[in-house]
Nanobody, 127 residues
Framework: QVQLVESGGGSIQAGGSLTLACVDS????????MGWFRQAPGKEREGVAG????????RYADSVKGRFTISRDFAKNTMYLQMSSLIPEDTATYYC????????????????????WGQGTQVTVSS
């Protein structure tokens, strides 16, 4: 059973930076896809960034490209989301997710492919 625990959320002024972390239970294969998603009140869940558990091939939603960086330290079983130039529209609950069914398949940010989810961490960006 894969367990995911996010941390690092908080309140921050627009233009600031924040780094989220997601620690997993260490059962990931390097070719499994992991991702960050977010959901704001009244809005649909949005895929933010994805990466192979081995730390390769990051991909991003257009809305965060150039501002967010996803990475994963395989040895530490920890995935990160470095967020900079934050804007109020980034306000949401952020979730990390893992797909352990497939290896080396394209890491598309489609929520339904991810079978394991963390509990979420809140990010609030004020103007």
């Amino acid at each position: 059973q894969v367990q995911l625990v996010e941390s690092g959320g908080g309140s921050i002024q627009a233009g600031g930076s924040l780094t989220l972390a997601c620690v997993d239970s260490g059962l990931m294969h390097s070719g499994n896809c992991m991702g960050w998603f977010r959901q704001a009140p009244g809005k649909e869940r949005e895929g933010v960034a994805g990466i192979y558990a081995g730390g390769m091939s990051p991909r991003y939603a257009d809305s965060v490209k150039g501002r967010f960086t996803i990475s994963r330290d395989f040895a530490k079983n920890t995935m990160y989301l470095q967020m900079s130039s934050l804007i109020p529209e980034d306000t949401a609950t952020y979730y990390c997710a893992a797909d352990v069914r497939w290896k080396w398949s394209p890491c598309r940010l489609e929520g339904e492919r991810f079978g394991f989810w963390g509990q979420g961490t809140q990010v609030t960006v004020s103007s």
